[in-house]
Every structure is written in structure tokens, then in C-alpha cells.
Nanobody, 125 residues
Framework: QVQLVESGGGLGQAGGSLRLSCRASGRAFDTYTVGWFRQAPGSEREFVAAILSTGGSTRYADSAKGRFTISRDNAKNTVSLQMNSLKPEDTAVYYC??????????????????WGQGTQVTVSS
């Protein structure tokens, strides 16, 4: 049974920072890519960032490049998303997800088999 639990969301100010964490249960966490997605009201779920199983490679959406950093600690079954220089348009529910085996750094939500419940991030101007 794989479970993903996000934490760290909340209210941030434009220009400020927030750090999200995703803790996973289940075996072989270090075998899979993990990604972060977000969904704003009335919008489709969109890719934010992903990190390979070893942490050796990452991928970011254009909106996240230069501001967000994804990292992982396989010893703790945890993936984090450090969000800096926040903007009001970053407001959304943020989800972490574990990819299906062999999906690389796919930005496609259908490449991910397990999802957390999401954590709300609200950025005020």
C-alpha cells in the first residue's frame, strides 16, 4: 500500500517562501520518480516539478524554473518542494505523486499512479 502525505502548505506573501514536504509509505520509494503538481480553482492539474529516483535529475515547469527547487531524501522517504519568490498565481492545491515505474521525468499526470490528498498554498499580493 502506497500512501503520500503532503504538508507545509499555508498562506504566503508575494516574494516570500514556502516549503512543501511529501512523505511516502510503502516499499521501494527510492525506485520511483516523484512529482509535484498543482491545481487552481477552475483549472486543470498542472505539472510543477519532478525528480528521478536517485535525485540525480530534475525537471521543472517554466513557471517554476529559477524559483522552485525539488529535492528528496530517500532515507526518510521524503520529497520536498522549496518555493521562493512566490507569486499570487502560485495559489493552488499542491499534490505530490509517485510515478509508474520507468516513466522518467514525465510531466503527464497519467504517468503517476499514486497521489497525495493535496495541500493548499495561498499567496497574497
Amino acid at each position: 500500500q502506497v500512501q503520500l502525505v503532503e504538508s507545509g502548505g499555508g498562506l504566503g506573501q508575494a516574494g516570500g517562501s514556502l516549503r512543501l514536504s511529501c512523505r511516502a509509505s510503502g516499499r521501494a520509494f527510492d525506485t520511483y520518480t516523484v512529482g509535484w503538481f498543482r491545481q487552481a480553482p477552475g483549472s486543470e492539474r498542472e505539472f510543477v516539478a519532478a525528480i528521478l529516483s536517485t535525485g540525480g535529475s530534475t525537471r521543472y515547469a517554466d513557471s517554476a524554473k529559477g524559483r522552485f527547487t525539488i529535492s528528496r531524501d530517500n532515507a526518510k522517504n521524503t520529497v520536498s518542494l522549496q518555493m521562493n519568490s512566490l507569486k499570487p498565481e502560485d495559489t493552488a492545491v499542491y499534490y505530490c505523486a509517485r510515478a509508474r515505474y520507468g516513466m522518467g521525468l514525465s510531466p503527464d499526470p497519467t504517468a503517476y499512479a499514486y497521489w497525495g490528498q493535496g495541500t493548499q498554498v495561498t499567496v497574497s499580493s
